[in-house]
């Protein structure tokens, strides 16, 4: 792992996480549980999510990026490292884009492009809704998800999380993420300046059908961070489905930890 900043030992290391679209700040339990007291922990909890503050007015990436930095500064977080999975994912970049300054590192988990227009996607996704009703479509998108690896008591939290989303916020939220992927995505991992790792376990196909990784390494998320961010450190992570941090969280706090110790010379006995 590259690094780019020297900090004072006496220090702690600052992280903040954001979770992905439909689930919730409660992901990053098995990660957090993992990491020493010497790292301070942000967990982002996206307006509109169960137990956040309700979603208001225009949805944006750019405005989840916002709140974020808003976490930050509550927290006291100058500069921190940076993890988000999935939606979470685009939105850690967003921020580290625009607010080069206060991201140290960042990590991507499990990343992906919306293929098509946003008024479609958002289309087909009412539809969905419509004929399946809330709880049978969390049902039917998080088994598409490769959960098999998951205890039944894992899947049942993710599913009925994502039930409880109301319907708008799960369509504004799905707009804002393929109007990011068409009009920011490119011009965002441009403008990254901070040492990136990207942990994919699954990839997206232009049908939205997602497949492991490691069969099917090519697509317009991998593709294009592969192409336009210099030095990245790609991870392909084998047998694992969508949600990293509850399959394999030691990865995750295996590399928190080692930038406390590159950059903070903590070592853990």
Not at 57 to 82: K, Q
Not at 176 to 188: E, I, Q
Request: a negative charge.
């Amino acid at each position: 792992m590259r690094s780019s900043h020297s900090s004072d030992p006496a220090e702690p290391l600052n992280v903040i996480f954001v979770h992905g679209w439909a689930c919730g700040w409660q992901d990053w339990s098995g990660v957090t549980s993992l990491l020493p007291d010497s790292v301070h922990i942000g967990l982002a909890k996206l307006p509109g999510s169960p137990e956040a503050v309700s979603l208001e007015g225009e949805t944006s990436l750019s405005g989840c990026a916002a709140h974020v930095i808003a976490l930050a500064n509550d927290l006291g977080f100058d500069r921190f490292v940076l993890v988000g999975h999935s939606m979470g994912a685009r939105i850690a970049i967003e921020l580290a884009a625009n607010w080069q300054r206060r991201v140290s590192h960042l990590l991507l988990l499990d990343g992906s492009n919306v293929p098509e227009d946003s008024d479609e996607s958002v289309s087909r996704l009412a539809e969905q809704l419509a004929q399946l009703g809330q709880q049978g479509w969390a049902e039917a998108t998080f088994e598409m998800m490769m959960l098999d690896n998951l205890g039944r008591e894992e899947m049942r939290n993710l599913v009925n999380r994502a039930a409880q989303y109301p319907a708008d916020v799960l369509m504004a939220y799905y707009h804002a993420m393929a109007t990011w992927d068409r009009d920011n995505f490119a011009a965002a991992i441009d403008r990254l300046s901070c040492p990136v790792t990207i942990m994919q376990s699954t990839s997206l196909d232009e049908h939205e059908v997602r497949r492991p990784v490691m069969t099917h390494p090519s697509s317009l998320w991998l593709d294009a961070l592969r192409a336009r961010v210099a030095g990245a450190e790609i991870k392909l992570v084998p047998n694992t489905g969508h949600f990293l941090m509850l399959e394999q969280p030691h990865l995750i706090a295996d590399w928190v930890q080692e930038i406390l110790q590159v950059e903070h010379g903590v070592h853990n006995e």
